[in-house]
């Protein structure tokens, strides 16, 4: 089976673009959560979605934004993008919202802002 | 969500036991242990949780005391490819699915 896929893999924006990243979960999982990773850290999280709808959000400014579509695919958003929002962007799911099952992630889209 | 504390990093020979220590002395009843590792800025690879009792799978075994404060991960036989950043996370098994990661434990398998 397919695990969970990101595209694109890399990205370069420049400061103040938008950019749009994009998540297929694994065939069957309905929740995906999106994590931010900085260099030299552990990844940070930005927001869970389940059947479609926020259950989650992390401490990231509003310039953050994300939804979950029908086929439970998912989509994170990033307006007026700052230097700083130079990272690794994963994206993880899991089946439900079952309690103790583990969420698998995906390879990342890494997003360059000069 | 319970914070946890590992050792920044670990050497360890290969084919021995590699021992990945977490502290999470604030854990609460119903929040699972969980371990993944990042092998060089790949997404993040699921290895084993728990919740009271010791697991073991086809990877590694976890090791949680009886009080619930620490916890071990064990690879029985560390080989080159083990070497990554391992994490230790702790999380409630209700509510936002979320995981609050830390620096994790930067393990080098040696040969």
């Known amino acids: 089976d397919a695990g969970v896929t990101q595209s694109p893999t890399h990205l370069i924006k420049t400061r103040g673009q938008q950019v749009t990243l994009r998540c297929s979960p694994i065939s069957g999982h309905k929740s995906v959560s999106w994590y931010q990773q900085v260099l030299g850290q552990g990844p940070q999280f930005i927001f869970q979605y389940y059947e479609k709808e926020e259950r989650g959000r992390g401490n990231f400014p509003d310039r953050f934004s994300a939804r979950q579509f029908p086929n439970y695919s998912s989509e994170l958003n990033v307006n007026a993008l700052l230097l700083g929002d130079s990272a690794l962007y994963l994206c993880a799911s899991r089946p439900e919202q079952a309690l103790g099952t583990e969420q698998f992630f995906g390879p990342g889209t890494r997003l360059t802002v000069l | 969500d319970a914070k946890t504390t590992q050792p920044p990093s670990m050497d360890c020979a290969e084919g021995r036991a590699a021992n990945l220590p977490c502290n999470h002395s604030t854990i609460s009843g119903n929040e699972y242990v969980y371990w993944y590792r990042q092998i060089h800025s790949q997404g993040p690879q699921y290895i084993i949780h728990g919740l009271k009792n010791n697991e073991t799978n086809e990877m590694a075994s976890l090791i949680i005391t009886e009080d619930r404060k620490s916890s071990t991960l064990i690879l029985p036989h560390a080989t080159l490819r083990d070497t990554a950043v391992y994490y230790c996370?702790?999380?409630?098994?209700?509510?936002?699915?979320?995981?609050?990661f830390g620096t994790g434990t930067r393990l080098k398998v040696l040969a």
């Open positions: 996370i702790v999380r409630v098994a209700s509510g936002t699915y979320k995981y609050i």
